[in-house]
């Protein structure tokens, strides 16, 4: 009978605990959730540190860098009078969203104020439309000599980057030092809810499968482009943005990272630039699907989500040894930066500005292949981080040069290995 008492007791305790730990884990409030990634526990990894490069030495890596871009004589950045400041694609001859919210990105990262604030109110002063039925959106590239848009349309990732840096900015800085940077992040999602299609303008989401689209009008709403998917910054809308659609944005997340898995699901971990909502290759007419300049992003936007939220880490680990194994059979120092799928080159080769087509070893896919070293690491080799480590901004063999997009992705991975790439929480 004592037996049978004392075995009752342990079942109620066990019951107890069982029950007490499933209410704990089971809140919708972060603070009381177990740490999921670098987001919750704010701690970022050093992977150059880790590497064996010297504090000073990367610290050095990184202001040279931000210097080459942003300040050096073959910058990409201008300032306009007093107050105004803008990123440009100097081979294509433009000023792309892609640029300028690149730009406010990095500014709000490294705590450079007075550079986010001038592109921030250069890009609304001549990109984004202030009425008609595109209101709050941006048109995607603009003519810095004629000082007129070339498209009125939008290339949804501009949006989607605008948003999170303006978020960030609020975060860090306030909105009462001249801008207020919420208000401006939430003048763009309440533009994006008003768009339902009426006159061709909708949602930088498909709101059916809720995914970013390619462009939000016309025949862009129905398919995407891989590189668009950021699942990270779904999550720090769901959080900051606060304008009723937090449910939609963490939806939205879970969905990228599920597409991810079905657009990287070839051996060599490849993507197509563009493709449908299953993730399957999407061709147009101008070019053939295959691995280009879009693709190198997805890389380190995978890398990010990692690190951030490591919500997905089982197929993200297999993911980074995919395409880890296959750019190394291509040769560390010698890997492409197009390919067909199956890792043979393509017939179709994009051309990168005015420049002849040509295949290269392009400095914007060692970048973003070496982030996926936050994932995984092979023997701790560092062999992806070291090849960027020794790789230089600088023109190729062939002459051609890029400071823009090879740079920009040079500077965020470097931000991303160095852990200065961050979640920018309120009060931080």
């Known amino acids: 009978m004592k037996k049978l008492h004392l075995n009752l007791i342990l079942f109620v305790l066990m019951f107890l605990v069982i029950t007490t730990s499933g209410c704990v884990t089971s809140t919708n409030n ?3 959730q177990p740490a999921k990634g670098a987001y919750y526990s704010n701690q970022y990894p050093n992977l150059l540190l880790e590497a064996g490069y010297k ?3 990367i610290d050095s890596k990184l202001e040279k860098a931000y210097y080459d871009l942003f300040e050096g004589p073959d910058k990409i950045y201008f300032e306009v009078g007093d107050s105004l400041g803008y990123v440009s694609d100097i081979k294509n001859h433009d000023v792309r969203t892609e640029g300028v919210s690149y730009g406010m990105m990095i500014a709000v990262q490294l705590n450079k104020k007075d550079v986010f604030d001038r592109i921030w109110r250069w ?4 990109l984004q439309h202030q009425d ?6 941006f048109g995607w590239s603009f003519d810095p000599v004629a000082m007129k848009l070339n498209s009125q349309g939008s290339a949804s990732d501009g949006e989607l980057y605008f948003v999170t840096s303006l978020l960030f900015a609020s975060n860090r800085w306030g909105n009462d030092t001249g801008i207020n940077y919420h208000a401006e992040a939430k003048r763009i999602l309440d533009a994006m809810w008003s768009k339902d299609g009426s006159n061709d303008v909708y949602h930088i989401i498909n709101v059916e499968h809720k995914q970013i689209n390619f462009v939000p009008s016309g025949g862009g709403y129905e398919w995407t482009d891989p590189s668009y998917h950021v699942p990270a910054f779904y999550e720090v809308w769901a959080d900051y943005a606060k304008d009723g659609h937090e449910q939609f944005y963490r939806d939205c997340a879970d969905t990228a990272r ?3 898995h079905r657009a990287c699901k070839s051996a060599t971990g490849l993507n197509a630039d563009f ?3 299953n993730g399957e290759p999407h061709s147009r007419a101008w070019m053939p699907a295959a691995f280009r300049y879009d693709s190198w992003r997805v890389p380190m936007n995978i890398s990010m989500d990692y690190i951030w939220f490591g919500k997905d880490k089982e197929w993200q680990s297999d993911y980074a040894q ?4 296959f750019l190394r059979s291509e040769g560390i120092d010698t890997f492409l930066d197009q390919y067909n799928l199956d890792g043979t080159t393509p017939d179709f080769i994009l051309q990168a500005g005015d420049f002849k087509k040509t295949l290269r070893h392009s400095l914007g896919l060692v970048a973003t292949s070496a982030s996926t070293e936050l994932i995984y690491n092979n023997e701790d080799k560092f062999d992806f ?4 480590w020794n790789a230089k901004l600088e023109p190729y063999e062939d002459g051609y040069f890029d400071p823009y997009y090879d740079g920009l992705l040079y500077l965020f991975s470097l931000m991303h290995l160095s852990g200065k790439y961050q979640a920018i929480h309120a009060n931080t």
């Not at 890009?123 to 001549?126: A, E, I, M, R, V």
């Not at 008609?132 to 959106?137: D, T, V």
């Not at 995919?322 to 194994?325: E, L, P, S, T």
Request: charged letters at 30%; aromatic letters at 14%.
């Open 258 to 260: 599920v597409f991810l």
């Open 322 to 325: 995919r395409i880890q194994n």
């Open 30 to 32: 972060k603070k009381d």
């Open 132 to 137: 008609g039925p595109r209101e709050g959106y």
């Open 123 to 126: 890009s609304k002063q001549y």
């Open 55 to 57: 504090q000073e030495e």
């Open 275 to 277: 493709t449908l909502f």
């Open 385 to 388: 981080v070291n090849a960027l």
